[in-house]
């Protein structure tokens, strides 16, 4: 039997999905006896390559249609029945044979204001489908769990939790001259820094964190500016926002950053802030507590399960995240302590083990019968 993966994902730049599938594999090392290889397939070349292990077979299998066309028509033609396929993003080939594991990373049902509703009537039908569909889901977190049992109906058995982790690369940096470097590249000047990396979504308060951030600068003089690195899938205009709040020079966005820079960037924050009204779990909170940065999210969803050493806000409202980056700014004393329990709480998610247990929960499912399919 060998270990079918679909790495749709691998192509271009690599998000939450995409990273989560590049660490697994980057660490996948050793192969266990159940799996004759595996064959890693894509529709184009991976970007930004990365090694692969010998028993790693990466097959190109081009379509000139569209994503959606080659995960539910081009990938089950490739696939046989006899062997498992792995779908690390969602989505299972409805016409695939044999047994099939997804990873599912949250439920746009537990917030579906932070959605629009053509997104979430899509992706409901095609997610839950998905999960009925698939002999085992993984997920990232309890709270996704009982999200996806209680909008997918699927059983509670069906579901197991493996959490994400942190690349070993996140850790931190004792070099005032390199971070100050860091700052100057990106601001013009060594000057300090709030950060916020992730996808601008509704649901993570973009505007709020602005006009919190905007109160600070007017209320305390605060010398720093805000920094926000991700996809603006929300289409906010920041410009605007930022002139709208008189803060006009101080709100640096950048679309993206490669992993590297990105460990630079979290070092030299004075504080990082995710303020999410919900995650299936939230890698960039992890990864800023890895390399002991101070870090300010809200007391909900995944974050009550892994953030233990950050600084949680009730919600996303600007009087809480005013608070919140207030309480740590001003206080050398709580970042510092902040700064070590994050660090030691991110030791518990290192992606070695992760891909380990991720593998274990596929060789059970290859050597076991129906795991409850349609359940």
Not at 71 to 85: I, K, N, T
Not at 158 to 172: A, E, N, Q, T
Not at 260 to 271: I, P, Q, S
Request: glycine fraction near 6%.
């Amino acid at each position: 039997m060998f270990l079918d993966v679909n790495g749709l994902r691998l192509t271009g730049r690599r998000f939450g999905v995409g990273r989560y599938v590049e660490y697994l594999f980057r660490n996948w090392t050793i192969l266990d006896d159940a799996f004759e290889g595996i064959r890693l397939f894509t529709p184009h070349k991976i970007d930004n390559p990365f090694e692969l292990a010998p028993f790693v077979d990466h097959r190109i299998v081009p379509t000139t249609r569209s994503n959606g066309w080659w995960e539910q028509v081009v990938l089950p033609r490739r696939h046989r029945a006899s062997d498992l396929l792995f779908c690390p993003s969602y989505v299972v080939p409805l016409a695939a044979r044999g047994k099939i594991v997804v990873t599912h990373l949250g439920s746009y049902e537990a917030i579906p204001s932070a959605f629009p509703l053509r997104e979430r009537v899509k992706t409901r039908l095609l997610y839950q489908l998905s999960a009925k569909r698939a002999d085992l889901v993984i997920t990232v977190s309890e709270s996704s769990k009982d999200d996806i049992v209680r909008y997918y109906r699927v059983s509670p058995e069906k579901v197991i939790v493996i959490p994400l982790g942190v690349d070993p690369r996140f850790r931190p940096i004792d070099d005032p001259a390199r971070l100050a470097d860091a700052r100057a590249r990106l601001l013009g000047s060594d000057r300090p820094f709030v950060l916020f990396v992730g996808k601008l979504t509704r649901r993570r308060n973009v505007p709020e964190l602005v006009e919190a951030f905007a109160r600070l600068k007017r209320e305390n003089d605060l010398p720093h500016a805000l920094v926000l690195i991700g996809q603006n899938t929300a289409g906010h205009d920041l410009t605007a926002l930022a002139a709208e709040h008189g803060i006009a020079g101080d709100v640096v966005y950048r679309e993206y950053e490669e992993h590297d820079a990105l460990v630079e960037l979290y070092n030299a924050a004075a504080l990082f802030v995710y303020p999410s009204s919900y995650e299936g779990f939230g890698i960039p909170v992890l990864e800023a507590m890895a390399c002991g940065t101070p870090t300010v999210t809200l007391r909900n969803s995944a974050f009550l399960e892994f953030a233990s050493g950050a600084y949680m806000c009730e919600d996303g409202s600007v009087n809480e995240l005013y608070r919140g980056m207030k309480t740590l700014l001003y206080s050398d004393e709580a970042r510092a302590s902040l700064a070590r329990e994050g660090l030691a709480r991110s030791q518990d998610f290192l992606w070695d083990g992760i891909a380990k247990r991720t593998m274990d929960a596929l060789v059970e499912v290859a050597k076991s019968g129906d795991r409850g399919r349609n359940r």
